[in-house]
């Protein structure tokens, strides 16, 4: 949740301009999840949590927006699916933006691709969203250059501590063809100071500023269970953290247990 929180919160920095922009989704996934029946099991975190935030009274503005963007994807007064960061996207974009998703995994790949089967915004790509950093960056679609954009490093960190090196690597890649752009990643927290060596990685990156933005709902006292989970946020929009920041307390309070916690911190900051 808290990772499309802040993915709405940077769509809504890039709908402040009527120039086009593009989205690279590394790790789209399927698009669309039923929250009860098959797909529900493997969506549980997300499905316990979107009941307890939809009843939560007086939400912050950044956490409305999400809970509307949600019920848009549903029947009126009816929780049944929930949309994941491919369908958020494209859910906001206007005529003149474009979304490359990639997934990897041939059964969701598919599922993706009959979502946006009517969408001529949306390209779908079956393959390995490190490799299509290299492949679709700098953005180039029908002869149209995008200068703004976004991309989003969502992936399952079933490789552990591999994951976090690739990571970095496409995120310098990313921004070395592509320097305007913004990067977020989403990244589990099991102990944080664990994660100091893949901080460092990202402060090396040449992006203007780093943010962090984390959710921790037990503390991170365990290295066997996930504890919680952040945003990294290379070059982000001017104020995202100003539109943020509401929301995590607020998270805290609705979805946390004894001991939560958040942080929102510039891990490297542009005082220019
Ligand atoms: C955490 S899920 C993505 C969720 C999605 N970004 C969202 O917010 O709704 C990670 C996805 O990455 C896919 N995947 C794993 N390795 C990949 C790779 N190297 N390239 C592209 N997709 C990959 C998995 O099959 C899985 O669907």
Redesign the pocket.
């Known amino acids: 949740m808290l990772?499309?929180v802040v993915?709405l919160a940077l769509l809504d920095a890039l709908l402040r301009k009527d120039a086009p922009f593009f989205v690279l989704?590394?790790?789209?996934?399927?698009?669309r999840?039923l929250l009860h029946g098959k797909q529900a099991g493997r969506t549980g975190e997300a499905s316990t949590g979107i009941f307890q935030l939809t009843g939560a009274r007086q939400p912050p503005p950044v956490i409305a927006r999400y809970l509307r963007a949600v019920a848009a994807d549903n029947p009126v007064d009816a929780l049944v699916a929930y949309?994941?960061?491919?369908?958020?996207a494209a859910q906001a974009m206007r005529a003149q933006d474009r979304l490359a998703a990639?997934?990897?995994?041939p059964e969701?790949a598919e599922a993706l691709k009959a979502l946006f089967d009517h969408d001529p915004r949306v390209a779908v790509h079956a393959?390995?969203?490190?490799?299509?950093v290299r492949a679709l960056l700098p953005p180039r679609v029908d002869g149209v250059r995008y200068a703004r954009g976004l991309v989003?490093v969502?992936?399952?960190y079933?490789a552990q501590d591999e994951e976090y090196p690739r990571v970095a690597k496409a995120v310098r890649e990313a921004l070395e063809r592509w320097p305007q752009a913004t990067c977020a990643i989403?990244y589990p927290v099991k102990q944080r100071r664990s994660l100091q060596p893949f901080f460092r990685k990202l402060e090396a990156i040449p992006a203007r500023s780093v943010l962090l933005a984390e959710l921790l709902v037990h503390p991170d006292d365990s290295p066997l269970r996930l504890n919680g989970s952040g945003m990294a946020i290379l070059n982000p929009p001017w104020k995202l953290d100003e539109a943020i920041a509401p929301a995590l307390p607020f998270l805290q309070r609705t979805l946390g247990q004894a001991g939560a916690s958040t942080r929102l911190e510039w891990l490297k900051r542009d005082e220019g």
């Open positions: 990772k499309h993915l989704d590394t790790h789209a996934g399927r698009g999840y949309p994941g960061s491919p369908l958020l990639c997934e990897l995994q969701e393959r390995d969203g490190y490799d299509a989003l969502d992936p399952p079933e989403w």
